[in-house]
C-alpha cells in the first residue's frame, strides 16, 4: 500500500533497523527496486529530487510508483520528495499524491530553516504527510545546493531537540560525515562517520527518526566493471557497508541510496555493451541493468539496512 513514514520508522525504530530510500527516475528503476522489496518483504521509500521530476515529469512517476504498489501489494511503499526546496515544490507534491516530503533549507540560517520546516509540516500534516528537514551540511553536491568539503558542518547535537519542538517534523538527517555522488573520501583517506554526533542526538532525540543522506556504498564491484568497459571513475569511493549496518542498528531509520542505483546500471550496460556490439533493442541492456538493480537492492536489504520481513 501507498503510505506515509510514520509508522515505518516507527517500527524500524524499535527494531534497530533502516528503511530503504532510493531515488527513482524511471521504470526500470522503480520495477528493479520494488521487487526485490516484494521478494523480501521489506516495506520502502521511493524518492523523487526536484531533477528526477523535471526528467520523467510528476505524473509519469507518480503512477510509475501506483504502478509499483498496485503490482506489489504487500509491501508499505512511500513516495517521498528528495531535497525539496521550497514551500511551493513541497506543497505541489503534497497536492499531487507524495506521501512524504523532505524541505532542505539546511543552508539557511537556523531560524530561517526552523521557519520553513514548520511551514511545511503545518500544511503537509493537514493532508496526512510526512515531513523530513535537515541540521547541518553534507559535503558534495546536491540538488538544490552545492556544498563543498570545506563548507560542509557537521550537525550540531545541541541544536536537534529545539528543532524538532519548533518545526513538528517527523524525521531529521543529519551530517556526519556522508556526503552524495560517488567520490565521498580523498584517495587514500579512510572513510569514517561520526558517530559519536549520532549517538548524542539519539540520546537527545529518544525515538526520533533519523535520516542518513550520501550513504551509497559506491559498490566496488560496480565501479571496477564501469572502469573496465570504458568508463573513467578513478578513486570511486563510499560509505562501508558496516559502517551503514552500524548506523542502521542506532536512531538512523532512513538511509538515502542513489549513486549506487546510477553505478548498477551504467556498470551493466557499459557491459553489455561491450560484449553484444550489434544490439540495438533497448530492452536487452535494460533487462540485465534492471536485475542488476533488484540484485543490489535486495543485498542491500539483507545485509546493510536489516529490513527483510517487516513489511
Ligand atoms: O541528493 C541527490 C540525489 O542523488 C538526487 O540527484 O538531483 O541528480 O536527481 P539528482
Ligand atoms: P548517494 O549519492 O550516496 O547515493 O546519496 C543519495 C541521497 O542522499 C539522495 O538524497
Ligand atoms: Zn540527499
Ligand atoms: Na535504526
Redesign the pocket.
Known amino acids: 500500500a501507498l503510505v506515509n513514514t510514520k509508522e515505518m520508522f516507527k517500527k524500524a525504530y524499535d527494531g534497530g533497523y533502516a528503511v530503504g530510500?532510493f531515488?527513482v527516475n524511471n521504470m526500470e528503476i522503480v520495477q528493479g527496486i520494488t521487487e526485490a522489496c516484494q521478494e523480501l518483504k521489506a516495506p520502502v521509500i521511493l524518492?523523487v529530487?526536484a531533477g528526477a521530476r523535471k526528467y520523467a515529469n510528476h505524473t509519469y512517476l507518480v503512477k510509475l510508483v501506483e504502478a509499483a504498489v498496485k503490482e506489489n501489494p504487500n509491501i508499505p511503499i512511500a513516495l517521498h520528495l528528495?531535497?525539496g526546496s521550497s514551500y511551493e515544490l513541497c506543497k505541489d507534491c503534497i497536492d499531487g499524491g507524495f506521501t512524504s516530503v523532505?524541505i532542505d533549507g539546511s543552508h539557511l540560517p537556523f531560524d530561517e530553516n526552523v521557519e520553513l520546516a514548520h511551514k511545511v509540516a503545518e500544511y503537509a500534516h493537514k493532508y496526512n504527510v510526512t515531513v523530513e528537514a535537515e541540521l547541518g551540511r553534507?559535503a558534495?553536491i546536491?540538488?538544490a545546493v552545492n556544498v563543498s568539503a570545506d563548507d560542509a558542518s557537521y550537525t550540531n547535537p545541541a541544536e536537534v531537540q529545539e528543532f524538532v519542538e519548533r518545526t513538528g517534523v517527523d524525521s531529521l538527517?543529519i551530517a556526519i560525515g556522508?556526503?552524495?555522488?560517488?567520490y565521498?573520501f580523498k584517495p587514500g583517506q579512510k572513510p569514517q562517520l561520526r558517530f559519536d554526533i549520532l549517538a548524542e542526538v539519539g540520546k537527545r532525540l529518544p525515538g526520533f527518526p533519523i535520516v542518513?543522506?550520501?550513504?551509497?556504498?559506491?559498490i566496488p564491484e560496480f565501479v571496477q566493471m564501469i572502469n573496465q568497459y570504458g568508463g573513467q571513475m578513478p578513486d570511486a569511493i563510499?560509505?562501508p557497508e558496516d559502517m551503514l549496518r552500524e548506523a542502521a542498528k542506532m536512531a538512523v531509520c532512513k538511509i538515502?541510496?542513489?549513486?549506487?542505483?546510477?553505478l548498477a546500471m551504467t556498470g551493466t550496460i557499459r557491459k553489455y555493451f561491450a560484449e553484444n556490439p550489434s544490439h540495438f533493442d533497448p530492452r536487452q541492456y535494460l533487462a540485465p541493468a534492471r536485475t542488476a538493480i533488484k540484485d543490489m537492492v535486495a543485498h542491500k536489504i539483507n545485509t546493510v539496512l536489516g529490513c527483510a520481513g517487516k513489511a
Open positions: 530510500a531515488n524518492q529530487s528528495d531535497h523532505m553534507l558534495g546536491e540538488d538527517a556522508t556526503s552524495h555522488g560517488a565521498k542518513l543522506h550520501g550513504a551509497s556504498s559506491v563510499g560509505i538515502n541510496v542513489d549513486s549506487d542505483l546510477r
